[in-house]
């Protein structure tokens, strides 16, 4: 079957990750992709192969997307700088992008794919890297990671939500939360 002029996979995902940042990851189905790109939801099908499908290419994009934020967030930085870095800009990747962060979450639920895995992989072994200037490794800096991670996920999906009420500074309160971990890991570390 021939596919219509102009629609390609990469269009698709991108009026997705429109969808899912304007509306949430549940307003993601296919007869909204189709409407939004003027066609008829069969023709997606030309494209992929089901809803699962496309929740997991955006599920890979995320990724993708988050990872180079991530990466350019940091520069050149080491030690706590690169740890605020990299959590200011976890944080501002949500807030830009709340349903695409969410897609990226996705990928836990049955739609993980060796793609996603991989970028999940690189992202991971970011943290690592940067939890190495504190003299952590192996499993000591996967503990950390995860901490890190819980943190960030935490604080993310409380602001994307409205969960802080009142009227003080959120990148204050990140940034005091990243100095009690920092100083969590020297306490750790002395033991």
């Given at each position: 079957?021939?596919?219509?002029?102009?629609?390609e996979?990469q269009?698709?995902?991108q009026t997705?990750?429109?969808?899912?940042?304007?509306?949430?990851?549940?307003?993601?189905?296919?007869a909204?992709?189709?409407?939004?790109l003027?066609?008829?939801?069969?023709?997606?099908?030309?494209?992929?192969?089901?809803?699962t499908?496309l929740r997991?290419?955006?599920?890979?994009?995320?990724?993708e997307?988050?990872?180079?934020h991530l990466?350019h967030?940091?520069?050149?930085?080491?030690?706590?700088?690169?740890?605020?870095?990299?959590?200011?800009?976890?944080?501002q990747?949500?807030?830009?992008?709340?349903?695409l962060?969410?897609?990226?979450?996705?990928?836990?639920e049955?739609?993980?794919s060796?793609e996603?895995?991989?970028?999940?992989?690189?992202?991971?072994?970011m943290?690592?890297?940067?939890?190495?200037d504190?003299?952590?490794?192996?499993e000591?800096?996967?503990h950390a990671?995860?901490?890190l991670r819980?943190?960030?996920?935490?604080?993310?999906?409380?602001?994307?939500h409205?969960?802080?009420?009142?009227?003080?500074?959120?990148?204050?309160?990140?940034?005091?939360?990243?100095?009690?971990?920092?100083?969590?890991?020297?306490?750790?570390?002395?033991?």
């Amino acid at each position: 079957m021939a596919r219509k002029p102009g629609i390609e996979l990469q269009s698709i995902i991108q009026t997705s990750r429109e969808i899912v940042d304007e509306e949430g990851i549940h307003a993601l189905t296919l007869a909204t992709v189709a409407k939004k790109l003027s066609i008829r939801t069969p023709s997606l099908y030309n494209h992929i192969e089901s809803l699962t499908a496309l929740r997991k290419a955006l599920a890979v994009h995320g990724l993708e997307a988050l990872h180079h934020h991530l990466t350019h967030s940091l520069g050149d930085q080491s030690g706590d700088n690169a740890i605020h870095a990299f959590s200011l800009a976890y944080i501002q990747f949500v807030r830009t992008h709340p349903g695409l962060y969410e897609a990226t979450l996705w990928a836990g639920e049955g739609l993980v794919s060796p793609e996603a895995e991989k970028v999940t992989t690189r992202i991971v072994d970011m943290a690592v890297k940067l939890l190495n200037d504190y003299q952590l490794e192996g499993e000591d800096a996967i503990h950390a990671a995860r901490g890190l991670r819980s943190i960030l996920h935490g604080f993310a999906s409380l602001d994307q939500h409205h969960g802080f009420g009142l009227p003080v500074d959120l990148d204050i309160s990140i940034k005091r939360m990243i100095d009690v971990f920092i100083a969590g890991i020297d306490k750790v570390k002395s033991k």
